[in-house]
């Protein structure tokens, strides 16, 4: 018996925000470097930005059209394309490890943690 490896893609997502402005003149301090929900809703800023430190694509969209009108980035034609490719790349790289006893009807939720730099690359952080 055959068994199919897919993967679909949910095209929905949000951006985790930080509390407060990168800079490496503060290493210690996590409300700058860690987006991570759990840890920055005890922020003293967390909120101040956007609500719950989140926005979604389409706010993103927004933000990226009001914020850096003479860039011609475009969230759906050039950063999108490039997470698929790493989720696909991720998937590949696994994807004979998933299921090894052939179960039936058995599928993964994975969920994917990226980066955008200030090049507006994108980065896989985990899995």
Not at 2 to 7: D, E, P, R, T
Not at 20 to 27: C, G
Not at 81 to 94: E, G, V
Request: aromatic letters at 18%.
């Amino acid at each position: 018996m055959k068994y199919f490896k897919k993967l679909y893609f949910y095209p929905e997502g949000y951006i985790r925000t930080s509390s407060d402005f990168y800079s490496l003149e503060s290493l210690k301090e996590n409300y700058i470097h860690l987006t991570n929900n759990c840890l920055q809703k005890f922020g003293k800023k967390y909120g101040m930005y956007e609500e719950g430190n989140t926005l979604s694509f389409d706010d993103l969209k927004s933000y990226l059209k009001i914020n850096f009108p003479n860039i011609p980035i475009d969230f759906n034609q050039h950063l999108l394309p490039r997470i698929k490719d790493l989720i696909i790349d991720s998937f590949l790289a696994c994807k004979n490890e998933i299921n090894p006893s052939r179960r039936k009807n058995c599928y993964e939720l994975l969920g994917y943690d990226f980066l955008i730099d200030e090049d507006f690359r994108i980065w896989l952080i985990e899995v």
